[in-house]
């Protein structure tokens, strides 16, 4: 048999004894040459295996031993313990076994005095060398054998050694060396018709070093180029590296969805590997999860890489690094301090990289914590080394916290002076968080200086870029993004105020506000629940199997609290952790399909948030736009007719009116707790609601003309909360004096419009949860006779499936059940259905065309106010999927008004009244009933979105 032949038959047989036996044989009856060059088939396939097939290279090293054994020949027990070493460094990163294999083998083959052979070895010897902390002896190991291998002209050995060089002075951050050994290699590669595994390596290898050195656009065009070849030549393991790279490059550029699906792929694809290059991929994944202000998903998996068995010191590093930026995001400053000097004495001056990564979030920490001085001292060590290291991606973080301290201490002309000057030398950097954070430093110094337009332009300039980097992240994750960057669009709209640009401070008011979801409407995206190719069927199949599990544990626990029969706390919290754990889970599954579908980030064009719009263009001659928006303390409402735009400043401020609110929503809980007392509490409801009026009404309609007689309104920060309607104003309420609409943001005025619909189709359901709301039959009744033929879903057939299929193209859509807010989680908020709970996660992957969609229940308009106003609740997942139009109610509501309000509205409609005013006159007429005058009766339920007719 032929050494070629062995060696398919050796990969082609999955039984290891079978293939012991096949080497045994052959070393029996082969002659001395043969085996030479079976042992050179051997190890030149089993180092190209590791690039490719870890299995195969796994398999062919142990038919190296097998054979070793066999025959005792010196030679071949040095080649075997070669390509074990490389076996143990590259595949596993046991870098200290993998030495011991190397010395072992350098020993052999210095005993057989072949220069040739040593310099392989050392070539190979010298990367585990530098992970153990011997890199001087590395590259000097490297260097006398890439000289071996020139002396016999031996240039594809050159190559493998300059390559060898070239990571090692990478892994000591020495990016202009490296970049030049690695295009040294590249050449010869080329000159010598290399493999094009170890050429397609080695251009990536390039590009990784054209990343860390900021030459994003050099970088970018080869990565994508040789993951093209890659996928071509079923590459799979060289491009999950070049995956990996461009997820690191994409991060690094603001494309924070690309990143994350890079990276995903990337962790696919290292189906072959173990240890550090899984660990490496989620640990940049938890940096750009960081980076989205995604602390608490971070933190998970930092946390879970550094408990993982047998990393390598530098994985547990980095760990440790991206678990301190993950408690540092969640402001959990002394427990990043505590965290970090808990882990001090693994920082030694061999990781002087990691070292300084870890002193930087000391500094920030101490600045977050009050001390500026101490701050700025340790910052200015850091400094120092990376200028000696040349740490350029570093640098710039590390000049900021300086300015950071010195604006602390207030020395502004030398924190102007060093902030100019880094602006000076970063204008040209690809890195949108580090121009953001100079750009915030300069805004701060200029106001400081008082000079308002330069203010203003680094405003400008440091939005747009915000606002690019916006087109990039998931609309689910702008809201946390968003977060603590609210303050830039505060401080343009004031000062855009104070050089009297009103119209330009509402533009920037606007951009402050819910963009996640005008970009959901302006795009007509859905973030649905959805496989778009084979690899995603597992997702799906993950998320639809915790949705069940979901649904099974809740109704578990809503029986146990009702039935109550002798359930302890102990058991209660255990049945809820469990519950929050199947939602963590499913969230995740969530982001991870929306990241791999392709269709949603393909394009970042498609996902840009329009430029807002000057609302009086649309706005009719009866009606007016309100828009409230809250700087620090203050609070300003922009008043626009279709002729005028006003800017009036409220003497209120948010510390009063939120004490107001308490007392308001006291007086709504009392009378929803103890309705026999309703008549005794109007009185302070009254009292309390005038002062409501008095803060926040009166001074805007001052700006009206008689003539309006509808009011849109934008609410912003606590004022969501504020049913502005139900204010009164000594005689009556607002809502006598106009119909009432609510937007999330005034450019909703161009974007949620119904849809033409013929015929009309109309879809009533209704679930009494066991009878608890008894008058939803009576409502859904009186509700059906207003049309022909609708299509009702009663109790046992008020199912969450059958009702996403009925409601697909429906022009009005009602549902009449018991809802409840989740305040902690409001994703979770969800309606009662005969088979669970429809949520606000479910309503996502709907695609609706309705008109008007009502929720007939307890609290389905609540919401929690989120970064850039994003409200998040029932209300943005129904419009998200396409409603023109929500009825939505604000607290627990009673039942029979309820009813009654609902078949008032629907008469008003039927009579062709607007929504607007169908619910004005509906609302009108149940506060008139002596048993319902108090607001918590009928107050609770607002119209959302576009106020027209059906």
């Not at 427990?335 to 004495?345: E, G, I, V």
């Amino acid at each position: 048999m032929s050494h070629l032949s062995l060696v398919q038959d050796l990969l082609a047989e999955a039984n290891p004894d079978q293939r012991t036996q096949c080497i045994a044989a052959f070393a029996q009856e082969s002659t001395r040459t043969a085996q030479l060059a079976l042992v050179a088939t051997l190890r030149e396939q089993a180092l190209q295996a590791l690039y490719a097939d870890r299995q195969q290279a796994a398999i062919l090293t142990q038919a190296l031993q097998d054979l070793a054994t066999q025959t005792g020949v010196f030679a071949h027990r040095a080649r075997a313990q070669h390509c074990q070493g490389q076996l143990l460094a590259l595949i596993h990163g046991d870098y200290q076994a993998a030495l011991d294999c190397q010395n072992d083998a350098r020993a052999w083959v210095a005993y057989l005095q072949d220069d040739i052979e040593i310099a392989k070895v050392d070539t190979s010897r010298s990367w585990s060398l530098s992970q153990t902390g011997n890199v001087d002896e590395a590259i000097l190991c490297c260097e006398q054998a890439a000289l071996i291998f020139e002396d016999h002209e031996e240039w594809g050995l050159v190559a493998r050694a300059k390559n060898n060089i070239a990571h090692i002075y990478a892994e000591a951050h020495q990016y202009n060396r490296a970049l030049a050994a690695f295009q040294d290699a590249l050449q010869i590669m080329v000159a010598q018709g290399s493999s094009p595994t170890f050429i397609t390596g080695t251009e990536i290898n390039v590009a990784w070093m054209l990343l860390e050195l900021g030459r994003f656009s050099e970088s970018k065009l080869i990565l994508e180029r040789s993951i093209a070849h890659c996928e071509e030549q079923s590459q799979f393991n060289i491009l999950a590296v070049a995956q990996h790279n461009l997820g690191s490059l994409n991060f690094l550029t603001g494309n924070y969805v690309q990143a994350l699906q890079n990276l995903s792929d990337a962790n696919a694809n290292y189906v072959n590997y173990q240890g550090a290059y899984i660990s490496s991929c989620a640990l940049d994944q938890a940096e750009c999860l960081s980076l989205m202000h995604q602390f608490d998903a971070a933190l998970t998996v930092a946390t879970q890489v550094l408990e993982t068995p047998n990393i390598t010191e530098i994985t547990q590093l980095r760990a440790i690094v991206a678990q301190a930026r993950a408690l540092f995001g969640l402001s959990k400053y002394t427990a990043t301090l505590d965290f970090l000097h808990q882990h001090q004495p693994q920082f030694t001056s061999d990781t002087p990289f990691w070292y300084m990564q870890a002193q930087l979030l000391e500094v920030n920490a101490h600045l977050a914590l009050d001390n500026p001085q101490q701050a700025r001292h340790q910052a200015e060590r850091l400094l120092t080394l990376c200028e000696v290291n040349n740490w350029e991606r570093w640098r710039y973080r590390v000049e900021i916290a300086i300015i950071d301290c010195l604006l602390a201490e207030h020395a502004l002309q030398n924190a102007e002076t060093r902030l100019l000057n880094l602006h000076q030398s970063a204008t040209h950097t690809q890195r949108p968080e580090i121009r953001f954070l100079l750009l915030t430093r300069l805004v701060e110094v200029a106001i400081q200086r008082k000079d308002v337009p330069q203010a203003l332009a680094w405003l400008k300039d440091c939005i747009n870029g915000l606002e690019t980097v916006q087109t990039n992240v998931m609309p689910e994750h702008r809201e946390a993004y968003l977060r603590s960057r609210n303050a830039v669009f505060s401080k343009a709209v004031a000062l855009s105020l104070e050089i009297d640009q009103p119209l330009q401070a509402f533009f920037y008011a606007e951009r402050a506000k819910s963009r996640s979801l005008l970009t959901l409407l302006a795009t007509q995206e859905t973030l649905k629940i959805d496989s778009l190719n084979a690899s995603d069927d597992q997702l799906v199949g993950q998320y639809n199997t915790s949705r069940t599990q979901w649904t099974i544990g809740n109704n578990r626990l809503q029986k146990l609290l009702h039935d109550n029969l002798g359930i302890t706390e102990a058991e209660i919290t255990q049945q809820i952790e469990a519950l929050n754990t199947i939602e963590k889970q499913l969230k995740q599954t969530w982001h991870d399909l929306l990241i791999r579908n392709s269709a949603y980030s393909a394009s970042a064009a498609r996902l840009t948030t329009p430029a807002p719009k000057d609302p009086r263009a649309t706005l009719a001659p009866d009606a007016s736009l309100i828009e409230y928006y809250t700087i620090d303390n203050a609070i300003i409402a922009f008043v626009f007719t279709a002729t005028s735009l006003d800017v009036v400043h409220l003497e209120s401020d948010l510390t009063a009116l939120a004490k107001l609110m308490q007392r308001y929503e006291l007086n709504i809980q009392s009378v929803a707790h103890a309705p026999e007392m309703r008549d005794y509490l109007l009185p302070n409801m009254y009292g309390v609601s005038k002062l409501l009026y008095d803060q926040l009404l009166a001074p805007v309609l001052a700006h009206l003309p008689a003539a309006i007689q509808k009011l849109i309104i934008v609410r912003h920060n606590i004022l969501h909360y504020v049913p502005l309607h139900t204010l009164y104003d000594g005689n009556d309420y607002l809502l006598a004096r106009y119909q009432i609409s609510y937007l999330p943001m005034a450019d909703g005025l161009r974007y949620l419009a119904p849809q033409a619909s013929t015929p009309e189709k109309v879809v009533i359901a209704g679930h009494t949860q066991n009878g608890l709301l008894p008058q939803v039959q009576v409502e859904m009744e009186e509700i059906s006779t207003l049309w022909d033929a609708p299509t009702t879903l009663y109790e046992a057939a008020c199912k969450a499936l059958k009702l996403q299929v009925v409601c697909e193209d429906a022009t009005v859509i009602h549902i009449a059940s018991h809802g409840v807010f989740r305040r902690d989680d409001p994703i979770f908020s969800g309606l009662a259905m005969a088979d669970g709970w429809l949520t606000a996660l479910d309503i996502f992957s709907w695609q609706l065309s309705a008109s008007l969609v009502t929720l007939s229940a307890c609290e389905t308009g609540r919401a929690n106010i989120g970064g850039g106003d994003e409200i998040l609740g029932m209300m943005r997942a129904f419009l998200g999927a396409g409603a023109a139009s929500l009825v939505l109610s604000q607290w627990v509501v009673d039942d029979k008004a309820t009813q009654l309000l609902m078949s008032l509205f629907y008469q008003h409609l039927q009579n062709g009244l607007t929504k607007a005013a169908a619910l004005q006159q509906a609302q009108l007429a149940i506060a008139a009933l002596p048993e319902f005058t108090h607001p918590w009766y009928w107050g609770a339920f607002t119209l959302i979105g576009d106020s027209g007719p059906l």
